[in-house]
């Protein structure tokens, strides 16, 4: 048996550390999220009350009525509370504005010459905050209201199986659309416009995060389905309430794994049309 060259040694001894410059990573975003302790009260007490005030919105909504577009009045509370809990990623993860402040600042010149992948660093970081989001903000507002009896449980063993794989998909999803416009201030240095329009304009409208695409016009839900943002939201809504189901639900968490190859490739895209315009003026 022949011995590992010199080269190959390098190569291997070289996997952990790349490994735990991203575990790093994630961690610092996680005690990020911790240092800011007034933002994490006041963000909690806000999603609280605006759920509260959706519920009770649905609740009078539905008053005399059995079911609307499909959904009853207990499956489509459930998936206002699911939606609701899930769009709290879109308040804390913040991607694009760390890229933005690096770029304005000229510390994303630092990263660039760091042995580790750009997008990798920025995921790591933003995985690190959510971690921190799911298991301090998430969780217990979900716990809270399933203990007053407004979330049902899964809709089935499959709803229960392929939610928490959905949920994650739909976090790299808002992950891949938050990394493009964190790289597009290389050209626009102030994203903030651009990131109000994308996410709390279109995304807001498409998302699913006020009601159901089943809710929408034909044409808008059409639309609205051929776009990667009712992945961020509406699909794992959906299935947790049942109103994916089956093979459609299968599909649906395809349609997302798609999604995020796409965005992902296309913001690594972008990072590399970035790079070059850099080094090309002397940046």
Known sequence: MSLPTAGTRLRVSRQPTALGAYWGFAQRGFQRAITYRFQFWAELLINLLFMYIYVCLWRALYTGRGAVAGYGRGQLLTYIVVSQTLITFQ????????????????????????????QGVALATATGTALHTLLTNMLPKFALFAAAGVVRRPASPLALALFPVSAALGFLVLFGIEFLIGVSAFWLVEVRGLYSLVMWGITGLLSGYFLPLEFFPRWLATLARALPFPAMVYTPAALYAGSIAGAAAIGAVLGQLAWVMVLLGAGRLLFGMAHRRLVVQGG
């Not at 913040?94 to 402040?101: F, K």
């Not at 770029?103 to 994303?108: F, H, I, N, P």
């Open 91 to 118: 308040f804390t993860v913040g991607a694009w504005r760390i890229i933005e402040t690096k770029v304005r600042s000229g510390e994303v010149a630092i990263d660039l010459v760091r042995p580790v992948d750009f």
